[in-house]
Structure formats: structure tokens, C-alpha cells
């Protein structure tokens, strides 16, 4: 809030939506432009467009929300848009996991396995122990696998993209991801 020149106090707001459009300048990697459409006239991306959202309350920013790990209203208007809007929804789901405070005592700890042995019990079919680092698990499940020094944590979106972390063990360093632009990890 700020205080106009006559002392009433106005409200700072932020817009509640953006339009995008996907761009993919080098193989395997994504691109975002997000528009901001200024007062008058057309927003600064071209077009086409390929997708759209509109929400950013303060739901579905830990992991195992109930109210998932998307936006309010997420419209796909072409094909890479929906695996766009999919592919982050499981990237976020598992930067969530990894990030969470359980998740990061863990990775701190000299023995992660009891505290990963939790989460299966606690949420059986949902968090799995996975026998390679490179095997693959089904859609909404986040699997793990503890080696000598790093754990590798996995995912696989609606679209079939894997996506990974790997967390050094007795460290919060994250050496290696293929989150992207999808998900924010820190500054790890």
C-alpha cells in the first residue's frame, strides 16, 4: 500500500493473469513469454498464442495440496500449451516435495532412508522407492532413489516427460534438475 497525494491509501494490484506463448530456441529447452497487455493496443507477444491463466491465490504451493499444484483457471489454446500447463503442474508437484521441510532434513541427514521409508508408509502409492536412478514411475507418483552420494527424485507428467532432481546428500545443493522454467527450486 501507498499513500496518494491527498492521504488516501491506495492498493498496489497485480494482474491476475498471463498469456503465453512457448518457444523452444534450442532443443530441450523451453521458452516462456509471458504478456503483460499494456492500457491500450496489443500485447507485446505475438501470436499465436498457446495458452492462458488466470488466478495466483496462495492454494497449491505445498506439496500434496489438496488443491493441487495448478493455477485457479489455466487455458490451453494449442497442443504445447495443454503440455505446457502438464508439465508444470508435475514439476511444481515435485519442486514442492523436494523443497518441503521434511524432504530437506532429510536430504540433510547421514541416513535419509528412514525419513523416505516415511513418506511410503504415510502416503503408500504416492511416494515410491525406485531400484535406478534413471527408472520411471506413473503419473502422480514421486519416486526416489538413494545412492552413495546423491538421491535422485522423479516424476512423470500426463504428457510422458520425466523430470528429475537430484539432491547431493548432506547438502541442500541441487547439482542437477530438468525442471526448467516449469518449477522454482531456490537458488540451490
Not at 9 to 17: G, N, T
Not at 143 to 152: A, C, D, T
Amino acid at each position: 500500500m501507498r499513500e496518494g497525494a491527498t492521504g488516501q491509501r491506495r492498493v498496489a494490484r497485480r494482474r491476475p493473469w498471463n498469456i503465453y506463448r512457448l518457444r523452444t530456441p534450442n532443443p530441450g529447452r523451453l521458452r516462456r513469454d509471458v504478456s503483460a497487455p499494456a492500457r491500450r493496443g496489443e500485447p507485446p507477444v505475438s501470436r499465436p498464442y498457446d495458452g492462458c491463466e488466470i488466478g495466483g491465490g496462495l492454494y497449491g504451493h505445498r506439496w500434496n495440496d489438496a488443491f493441487g499444484t495448478r493455477t485457479a483457471v489455466e487455458i490451453w489454446l494449442t497442443v504445447r500449451g495443454r503440455h505446457f500447463f502438464n508439465d508444470r503442474a508435475a514439476a511444481r508437484d515435485l519442486a514442492y516435495f523436494v523443497r518441503s521441510g521434511r524432504v530437506q532434513k532429510i536430504r540433510l541427514s547421514d541416513n535419509p532412508r528412514p525419513g523416505l521409508e516415511w513418506f511410503i508408509h504415510r502416503y503408500p502409492g504416492r511416494v515410491v522407492e525406485i531400484p535406478t536412478s534413471t527408472t520411471r514411475v506413473s503419473r502422480g507418483v514421486i519416486g526416489f532413489w538413494i545412492g552413495k552420494r546423491v538421491i535422485v527424485f522423479t516424476t512423470t507428467s500426463s504428457t510422458g516427460r520425466r523430470l528429475f532432481v537430484v539432491a547431493k546428500r548432506g547438502s541442500v545443493r541441487l547439482p542437477a534438475k530438468n525442471l526448467g522454467d516449469l518449477a522454482y527450486l531456490g537458488t540451490q
